[in-house]
Every structure is written in structure tokens, then in C-alpha cells.
């Protein structure tokens, strides 16, 4: 028992530090949801959204070096969802910029957090598909609902317990969004088919 004050102490100072990385966490994983999600927002707004991008991966790579020794802390709820918002904005970028999809370790987050992210992506692809249904370019809507399905095709690829990764749910609603999603589209192109033929036969009277 000589030692017992000695042994409590060190433990103090670990839980000290702990606490404080928390709450440093906390902190960086709202500033990485905020980043992440004014990004998607511009972005459906067509501003340029490069600057917030920008920002939200160095959050994310301070994130990821404030928790380097606190693996719990890193697989806590709060930086998992943090995470993954600010995977779902880094993967729509790269798909409106017409780039390639950035990797998980390109992102900085694990591949739990990529694919929850990717699952999400399905949801902004549809309201850009929309807008395009709206503006009349159903081609544009049509691009993007294979964009939604091929995503779909991929997540479809992981079947693993929800233990592992809770992907079902993502599927689920991924899978309801291109259905109703390809609904709408081939409305439109039917009434863009009718519109075409009234047209024509107006001016053939």
C-alpha cells in the first residue's frame, strides 16, 4: 500500500490528459461537421466551396493527430460522425468537380467512416439530380441517378455485421432514394416525349 498515493496519481494525470484531448475533440468535431456541411450546402448553391473543403481536411488531419495515442477517443461516436460528414462533403466535391473519389487515408478517416459517408452521398446526388429535372435537363438527372446506382452497386458489395459496420440502414434508404429517384426521371422524360410529339403534330396542322 506504500505506493497506492504514487499508483492514483499517475492515474489522475492520465485521466486528466484524457479529458482534456476530449474535450478538444468535441470541439474539433463540431468545427469539422459545421466546415463539412456549409461545403454541401455552397455547393448546391453552385458557389465555390474549395476554401471550406480545404479547411474541414486540415480540421480533420488535426483531429486525427490530437487523438494519435487515444484509439477510443478516435472510434468515439462524436469523431466517427464528425468524420464521416466530412467524408460525404470530400467524396460530393470530388464527384461535381468531375474528379476522383478520394481514398480513406486520402480523407483521413477509416473505412467505417468512408463508407457511412459514401452511404450519404446517394442523398446529395438525388437533390443535384433534381435540380437538373427542374431546369428541364433530364439527361443531367439521368447522369446522376447512375452516379447514385453505382454507389448503391458498391455499398451493396458489404455484407457484414452491423457490429462491424452499420451499413444496412444506409443500403436501405440509399435503395428507396434511386427508386424514387428513378420514378421521377422517367416521368420526366415521358412528358419531355409527349411535349415533343404535341409539338410536332401542331406543326403539322
Same mark, same amino acid.
Given at each position: +500500500?506504500?505506493?497506492? =498515493?504514487? /499508483?492514483?496519481?499517475? @492515474?489522475?494525470?492520465?485521466?486528466? #490528459?484524457?479529458?482534456?484531448?476530449?474535450? !478538444?475533440?468535441?470541439?474539433?468535431?463540431?468545427?469539422?461537421?459545421?466546415?463539412?456541411?456549409?461545403?454541401?450546402?455552397? +455547393?448546391?448553391?453552385? =458557389?465555390? /466551396?474549395?476554401?471550406? @473543403?480545404?479547411?474541414?481536411?486540415? #480540421?480533420?488531419?488535426?483531429?486525427?493527430? !490530437?487523438?494519435?495515442?487515444?484509439?477510443?477517443?478516435?472510434?468515439?461516436?462524436?469523431?466517427?460522425?464528425?468524420?464521416?460528414?466530412?467524408?460525404?462533403?470530400?467524396?460530393?466535391?470530388? @464527384?461535381?468537380?468531375?474528379?476522383?473519389?478520394?481514398?480513406?487515408?486520402?480523407?483521413?478517416?477509416?473505412?467505417?467512416?468512408?463508407?457511412?459517408?459514401?452511404g450519404d452521398v446517394v442523398g446529395e446526388l438525388r437533390r443535384v439530380a433534381l435540380?437538373?429535372?427542374?431546369?428541364?435537363?433530364?439527361?443531367?438527372?439521368?447522369?446522376?441517378?447512375?452516379?447514385?446506382?453505382?454507389?448503391?452497386?458498391?455499398?451493396?458489395?458489404?455484407?457484414?455485421?452491423?457490429?462491424?459496420?452499420?451499413?444496412?440502414?444506409?443500403?436501405?434508404?440509399?435503395?428507396?432514394?434511386?427508386?424514387?429517384?428513378?420514378?421521377?426521371?422517367?416521368?420526366?422524360?415521358?412528358?419531355?416525349?409527349?411535349?415533343?410529339?404535341?409539338?410536332?403534330?401542331?406543326?403539322?396542322?
Open positions: +500500500m506504500k505506493n497506492l =498515493d504514487e /499508483v492514483i496519481g499517475d @492515474i489522475e494525470v492520465r485521466l486528466d #490528459e484524457k479529458d482534456e484531448v476530449r474535450e !478538444l475533440a468535441i470541439k474539433s468535431s463540431r468545427t469539422i461537421a459545421r466546415l463539412a456541411g456549409s461545403g454541401i450546402q455552397g +455547393m448546391h448553391r453552385g =458557389d465555390d /466551396v474549395s476554401a471550406a @473543403i480545404r479547411d474541414a481536411r486540415e #480540421e480533420v488531419m488535426k483531429l486525427k493527430s !490530437l487523438l494519435d495515442g487515444h484509439p477510443d477517443l478516435f472510434h468515439a461516436g462524436f469523431v466517427e460522425n464528425a468524420m464521416q460528414e466530412a467524408c460525404e462533403a470530400f467524396l460530393v466535391h470530388a @464527384i461535381l468537380e468531375g474528379h476522383e473519389l478520394p481514398t480513406p487515408k486520402g480523407c483521413g478517416v477509416t473505412d467505417t467512416a468512408y463508407l457511412l459517408g459514401l435540380e437538373h429535372l427542374r431546369s428541364g435537363d433530364i439527361d443531367r438527372a439521368s447522369a446522376f441517378l447512375e452516379r447514385m446506382e453505382r454507389i448503391l452497386d458498391a455499398l451493396m458489395r458489404f455484407d457484414y455485421p452491423t457490429a462491424l459496420v452499420a451499413l444496412k440502414r444506409k443500403q436501405d434508404v440509399a435503395r428507396s432514394l434511386i427508386e424514387k429517384t428513378r420514378g421521377e426521371v422517367a416521368v420526366a422524360a415521358g412528358n419531355h416525349e409527349l411535349a415533343k410529339k404535341l409539338d410536332a403534330m401542331r406543326g403539322k396542322l
